[in-house]
């Protein structure tokens, strides 16, 4: 745990420095983008979701993993159907529950409650088959654990009647980083578990399984290789990689209230917090400390472009100080033309959206027929035994599964097909690093060899992109309950335009929406409760309410999704136009930067000449900095074991003196 807050913190400092040096370089724009990156970096979330049947002892669990001895998820009681627990941090405890409220715009309210009303919201002996109609419990509270992003998601248990718990559950799954699936020393795993684990593990593979009680069960081995051995066979994957870790929450509990080392080594948490902490680590380490390296690096690559250029351009004398002048206005006059309303990439986006929203229109007409005909052989080929419960339940269960794999995919056909989209609009504006150096290359300049500096060696952006995708599709879980598909593909956009600091603004444009799409498949109570009315089921009534059931999701679906392509529409476009913006101010404080060199006289330049070298040679010293500590990440998240992330102090090379990061 201790190694990835320190990759964190080094990343903090980094890109802190890098800020304060753009600025005392006299690079404004380039400060206020680093600052921006530095923001969004310190909102970023790791999310780990908290799933298993009912009675497992899950709350149990998260008290003791959080070190919270004043209980903050309520043990010894039922839990209430679908509700979900959202645990962050916060300086000050607020917890905030959500209330499905169709009088408000958004669709719900939100009460403010202390921490011991907590069970009247989220257990079925306060807020019996959730009546108060509880959408989701968010809690922040000041604990340390939490403070580096890391949310922790608390489910309502999954089990075979539990239709609506474990689809609730099931829509975390894909913006989970972590699973935590817990199980206990009672007994072996179930047949429902296996099937909601092999559903989940489609979308998260990076799963912990818990095995709690075990000091109520001195044969725990034995259900614990059990275990093993089921999950292995249902995942088809091999059984070492199964992650099973025994351990007591009461005995930690105990460890909370007494001190007593004994207890904590009896509770075996050791072992589970450093799983937990290093598979966050490694699966958020280069994703979420890498995306925003990168980003804060190629500012300072404009930056080092820049000086560069001014460098070789002193004393020239061969006129092409005036020319690249030019040709950098031109590009600034092409860049301000693509802002105009009549630009042709504002009838192309157009267009896009369009066709986007009709393969997603017919994306969706291609689900509501799956789910029927699903309804129609099952309840043919079953007859007249469709109307007992646990048949009628199976099925509701796979249309479920069905119109939820179905929203994902459409997530995933927005996503990529916006991706594609952004990259041809910012190959076709060339929203280029080294517009000085390719200026200078076009027009062939040979530069007096006592001025000389050589250019970096371009490079591509394409692990920044590639990076882009991940955070975006993983990280945008937490702010809402259920999927957010607006989220996800909003997060993509911004990122590709504008890199993480975007990414996590624009994610917002859909997450308004998640709450709606996360209660995507709420008629499934309302299914269960009609059906449950009658005292004798014919074959009818049960099709009649799965239809009923199929259509009101597929409206539902239809209903968040348009919304939400309608807004990434405006998202887009904003999102582009502030780019274009942004790129102008940089370009025209760059010319007024190599304008002030032009007419200096031989003595000046020298002088200049000097001074530039030391900026370069500062940028270049930073610059080494972030691929040493870009390296580490990706050592860490490959598994090497880091015994240090602290800075050592500055030490002489080669090439000078230059500040190290000791990651041994």
């Known amino acids: 745990m201790a190694t990835f807050f320190e990759l964190n913190r080094s990343a903090l400092q980094l890109m802190e420095q ?277 980003a804060v690096r190629e500012e300072l690559e404009k930056i080092l472009d820049n000086l560069k250029a001014q460098c070789l351009l002193l004393g020239s004398g061969q006129g092409v100080a005036p020319q690249l002048v030019e040709e950098l206005n031109k590009k600034i006059a092409a860049l301000e033309t693509l802002q105009d309303s009549s630009a042709g990439w504002r009838s192309e986006l157009n267009l896009f959206f369009t066709v986007l929203q009709n393969d997603v229109s017919a994306q969706q007409r291609e689900i509501a027929a799956e789910t029927q005909t699903l309804v129609d052989k099952q309840i043919s080929a079953m007859g007249s035994k469709i109307c007992r419960k646990a048949n009628y339940v199976s099925l509701l269960s796979n249309v479920n599964d069905v119109l939820s794999r179905g929203v ?15 990259r041809r609009q910012t190959e076709q504006s060339d929203f280029g690093l080294s517009v000085n150096q ?37 990280s945008m879980g937490g702010s809402a309950a259920g999927m957010i598909i607006g989220g996800a593909a909003g997060g993509m956009l911004g990122f590709y335009i504008g890199g993480p600091v975007l990414a996590y603004e624009f994610a917002q444009a859909g997450a308004a929406y998640g709450l709606s799409l996360g209660g995507l498949l709420g008629g499934t109570k309302g299914c269960m409760e009609a059906l449950s009315r009658y005292d004798e089921l014919d074959v009818g009534t049960v099709r009649k309410a799965l239809t009923q059931h199929i259509t009101a999701s597929v409206s539902g679906m239809t209903r968040v999704v348009s919304n939400t392509i309608a807004e990434l529409r405006v998202t887009m476009t904003s999102g582009f136009e502030q780019q274009l913006k942004l790129r102008v101010k940089e370009l025209r404080e760059h010319i007024a930067k190599i304008q002030k060199n032009i007419d200096l006289a031989r003595n000046e330049n020298m002088q200049a000449a000097a001074k530039l070298k030391d900026q370069i040679a500062q940028l270049q010293k930073q610059l080494a900095q972030f691929e040493r500590l870009d390296e580490a990440v990706a050592s860490f998240c490959s598994g090497e074991k880091l015994q240090s992330t602290k800075a050592e102090p500055a030490k002489e090379t080669e090439k000078g003196a230059e500040v190290t990061y000791g990651f041994l």
Not at 412 to 420: C, F, G, L
Not at 441 to 450: R, S, T, V
């Open 18 to 294: 890098s800020g304060a040096l753009a600025k005392n370089l006299g690079f404004e724009v380039a400060a206020g983008s680093i600052q921006g990156q530095i923001d969004a970096f310190q909102k970023k979330k790791l999310m780990v979701v908290v799933a298993g049947e009912a009675r497992r002892g899950k709350s149990s669990l998260l008290n003791a993993l959080l070190n919270e001895a004043q209980p903050l998820f309520p043990v010894d009681i039922n839990v209430c159907t679908n509700v979900v627990t959202i645990v962050q941090y916060g300086e000050q405890e607020k917890i905030e529950a959500y209330i499905q409220d169709a009088t408000h715009e958004q669709g719900y309210r939100i009460e403010a409650i202390t921490r011991e009303r907590i069970p009247d919201y989220v257990s079925e002996q306060g807020n019996p088959s959730n009546y108060k109609n509880v959408q989701l419990l968010n809690a922040f509270i000041p604990n340390e654990l939490l403070r580096e992003g890391v949310v922790f998601v608390d489910t309502p248990g999954v089990g075979s009647l539990n239709v609506e718990h474990a689809e609730t559950t099931y829509s975390f799954l894909p913006n989970a980083d972590l699973l935590l699936f817990v199980c206990d020393a009672d007994s072996g795993m179930t047949e429902s578990e296996l099937i909601f684990l092999k559903r989940g593990y489609r979308y998260c593979q990076n799963i912990l399984y818990p095995l709690t009680k075990k000091d109520l069960n001195a044969n725990y081995p034995a259900i614990l290789e059990d275990n093993r051995a089921k999950i292995s066979a249902a995942l088809e994957i091999p059984a070492e990689d199964v992650q099973i870790v025994p351990v007591s929450s009461m005995a930690k509990l105990r460890f909370l209230k007494t001190g007593s080392k004994t207890m904590y080594a009896n509770s075996n948490f050791a072992a589970l917090e450093e799983q937990l902490w290093t598979t966050i680590a490694r699966r958020r380490g280069e994703i979420l400390i890498s995306p925003y390296l990168s």
């Open 408 to 422: 994902l995919d459409i997530q995933e056909n927005i996503s990529d097909k916006i991706t594609e989209q952004v």
């Open 438 to 474: 390719d200026i200078l290359d076009k027009l062939d300049f040979k530069p007096e060899g006592e001025l000389q500096v050589k250019f970096t060696k371009k490079k591509t952006s394409d692990k920044l992109v590639k990076k882009g995708r991940t955070i975006t599709m993983n």
